[in-house]
């Protein structure tokens, strides 16, 4: 697992201007709680946060004012757009702790039933997984060769890492293998062409009699 | 059914409203692995949706899965041309979704970014907003 070191300092709580100026400097708004301790308002560089999320990271290092304690990446808020990133939830956590993280999913391999048409469909990008601080990996390996067509994978059939354990739905579909739909593109703008309705939609509690008093 | 009006509505005709702000909801890459996201503020209406999912499937050629995330829920009155004003609110001429400032419109999976970029862009074309390709990004 990664760990990215991101720079930081402390910040006061400020109002909707004091953070748009935060922002503008190249820092990001960041809160660090759990362990039943008081809150703490920091404020991370922009530029390493970014780093550390393209690294895929969960857990960062964070210096401030020459102190260095690790957090894992809790939530991340992002704008209206989901592009960039305006602020941060940390999470204070020790090496031994079990933690809930979304691991990634590494689909390996080609499909076998992917020769005869079918297109493989990912239905689970992330898998919640519970796992030790110091053993979260890196993104979880699922093989992919056997899958024929309209076969799923399951997140019960999954094999995880050690020290890391799923407890969620094993029959919640991970990924499957569609095959192809019966008809041609043409046909089947024919058949939804065919399948339109009528001009006007139906009124909730309204009768012909109704529509006729309307005109009148 | 292609998506171009609501089955029953509670009324007929609606007023015309604002459509001001940014999107807070409906505006992540959900079911698909790409997505295109309306970068201004506009209605969208149900013959630029049906233009787009069209444009869309025929460049795909039944490969991958589009998903169209908006529907048109409002319904935009006319006055026939050459009347006069008066006599009432015209009839209803048009479906149209509402869209804000990082709407997801559509989503597609089931294809390689290259291709997702190449069929939401012609569906990009139909659209009567600005907007941007989009990638699926990993929830924490």
Redesign the interface.
């Given at each position: 697992m990664e760990i990215a070191t991101v720079k930081g300092e402390t910040r006061k709580i400020g109002n909707r201007h004091a953070m748009k100026n935060l922002r503008a400097g190249g820092m990001l708004p960041a809160v660090i709680y759990g362990h039943k301790e008081k809150p703490e308002h920091v404020a991370l560089s922009r530029r390493d946060l970014l780093f550390a999320l393209e690294q895929g990271s969960y857990v960062i290092s964070l210096e401030v004012g020459g102190q260095t304690s690790q957090y894992l990446l809790k939530e991340i808020q992002y704008d209206h757009l989901q592009q960039h990133p305006q602020h941060v939830d940390l999470m204070r956590v020790t090496q031994d702790e079990t933690v809930t993280i979304q691991a990634v999913l590494d689909f390996r391999g080609t499909p076998a039933g992917a020769q005869l048409g079918g297109t493989f469909r990912i239905a689970m990008k992330t898998l919640p997984v519970d796992c030790q601080v110091k053993a979260i990996p890196d993104a979880i390996r699922v093989d992919i060769s056997h899958l024929g067509i309209n076969e799923s994978i399951y997140a019960g059939d999954v094999r995880l890492p050690d020290g890391t354990s799923y407890k969620g739905d094993p029959r919640a579909v991970v990924a499957t293998l569609a095959g192809k739909r019966g008809m041609t593109a043409a046909e089947l703008d024919a058949e939804e062409g065919a399948a339109d309705g009528p001009d006007e939609p139906e009124v909730i509690g309204r009768t012909a009699k109704d529509d006729g008093d309307d005109e009148s | 059914?292609?998506a171009?009006?609501?089955?029953?509505?509670?009324?007929?005709k609606q007023q015309k409203g604002r459509n001001r702000g940014?999107?807070?909801r409906g505006?992540?890459v959900t079911f698909g692995?790409y997505g295109l996201?309306s970068?201004d503020n506009g209605r969208v209406n149900s013959r630029h949706i049906e233009a787009g999912r069209?444009a869309a499937?025929?460049y795909l050629?039944?490969?991958?899965?589009v998903y169209i995330r908006i529907f048109p829920h409002k319904p935009i009155s006319s006055k026939p041309l050459e009347t006069r004003m008066g006599k009432g609110k015209g009839e209803?001429d048009i479906w149209t979704a509402l869209v804000?400032?990082?709407t997801m419109l559509y989503e597609l999976?089931?294809v390689t970014e290259e291709i997702a970029k190449a069929a939401l862009l012609r569906i990009a074309h139909k659209m009567p907003v600005r907007t941007?390709f989009?990638v699926?990004?990993?929830?924490?």
């Open positions: - | 059914m292609p171009n009006m609501p089955r029953r509505v509670k009324w007929r940014n999107a807070c505006n992540k692995d996201q970068l069209i499937t025929h050629q039944r490969q991958g899965r209803t804000k400032p990082g999976s089931g941007r989009v699926r990004r990993n929830e924490r």
